[in-house]
């Protein structure tokens, strides 16, 4: 029934939605630093216009990619084209991974690092939408540093060591199997060199990575380590927003994006979020999503 429910509701997003694709397309700006990049499906097109498109209305962005997780269609990638010039697409097979988990959202870190070595990249999930001015984000991106969007108010990055302590006394608190982000977040303590790292308890899906701040030998080592701690649960969908979390948190400048300005839709404060990311549990309650999507698209 859940399937039924989400294909039933993306339908009226895409509906109600349906004028981002009668706008025009963005503009490249060679000056800028940064690189815009998502992973992005068939059945989330026309999110990841809107995203795109209402993010660009106040940040210059010089390249546009795509990660495309193998279900795009070849007039996906035509229409991507006609939206996103010079927008490159990468294909699943392009991105050679040996020694993380598979699947994911791995392929799409490692792909942020490859192109973080030219650019500053934002990773844009396509379930994102901005509703007015950036100017923290290019602020962060200006001062080539990096940044998440938060989980609470007055949030800031925190030592290795006091998140180990967090975390464990959260895991024994519940007891039972709990998300393999607690879970790793408790035994970060086996990673050479935690006590002078850093971590942001942030979301992957809206994260700036600073110019020159990651390597896939950076990712990779720590990913190693980190399954030799955990098993198999380190390939559990979730473990790459923790490596997300670790490479920002570490970055130069790194710091949380102010929040409820920057917020998922469980903390919307209408008149003064600007930026909100659609988390599954609540992204079309109401229809809430839909019709701020829609009313932005008028002001493109």
């Given at each position: 029934m859940y399937r039924y429910r989400d294909r039933w509701r993306r339908m009226i997003f895409d509906w109600k939605c349906r004028g981002v694709y009668a706008t025009a397309p963005l503009s490249?700006?060679?000056?800028?630093?940064?690189?815009?990049?998502?992973?992005?499906?068939?059945?989330?097109?026309?999110?990841g216009l809107v995203a795109f498109k209402t993010f660009a209305r106040s940040i210059p962005i010089q390249a546009f990619y795509v990660l495309n997780d193998g279900t795009l269609t070849p007039t996906d990638k035509v229409l991507l084209t006609k939206h996103l010039p010079g927008v490159r697409i990468f294909d699943p097979t392009e991105v050679v991974n040996k020694y993380c988990p598979k699947g994911g959202c791995w392929e799409r870190l490692l792909c942020i690092a490859d192109l973080s070595q030219h650019h500053y990249v934002i990773q844009l999930d396509?379930?994102?939408?901005?509703?007015?001015?950036?100017?923290?984000?290019?602020?962060?991106?200006?001062?080539?540093?990096?940044?998440?969007?938060?989980?609470?108010?007055?949030?800031?990055?925190?030592?290795?060591?006091?998140?180990?302590?967090?975390?464990?006394?959260?895991?024994d608190r519940a007891g039972e199997k709990v998300h393999v982000q607690l879970e790793a977040e408790a035994n970060f303590d086996a990673l050479e060199g935690f006590a002078g790292m850093k971590y942001l308890r942030g979301c992957a899906g809206f994260s700036g990575f600073a110019r020159g701040s990651v390597s896939r030998d950076f990712i990779q080592d720590i990913s190693q380590q980190m399954e030799k701690v955990l098993g198999s649960r380190?390939?559990?969908?979730?473990?790459?927003q923790v490596m997300s979390?670790?490479?920002?948190?570490?970055?130069?400048g790194a710091s949380p994006l102010p929040h409820p300005e920057y917020c998922d839709c469980t903390r919307i404060q209408f008149g003064r979020t600007?930026?909100?990311?659609?988390?599954?549990?609540?992204?079309?309650?109401?229809?809430?999503?839909?019709?701020?999507?829609?009313?932005?698209?008028?002001?493109?």
């Open positions: 490249s700006v060679d000056d800028s630093p940064l690189a815009l990049f998502t992973q992005m499906q068939h059945k989330d097109l026309t999110m396509a379930d994102t939408l901005a509703l007015g001015d950036l100017g923290e984000v290019w602020g962060q991106v200006a001062s080539n540093a990096s940044f998440a969007i938060g989980t609470w108010d007055n949030q800031d990055v925190e030592s290795m060591p006091y998140r180990v302590e967090k975390a464990r006394i959260a895991r380190w390939r559990e969908w979730g473990s790459e979390n670790i490479i920002v948190a570490n970055g130069p600007k930026f909100v990311h659609f988390i599954g549990s609540c992204r079309f309650d109401e229809g809430i999503y839909a019709n701020m999507a829609r009313k932005t698209i008028e002001l493109l």
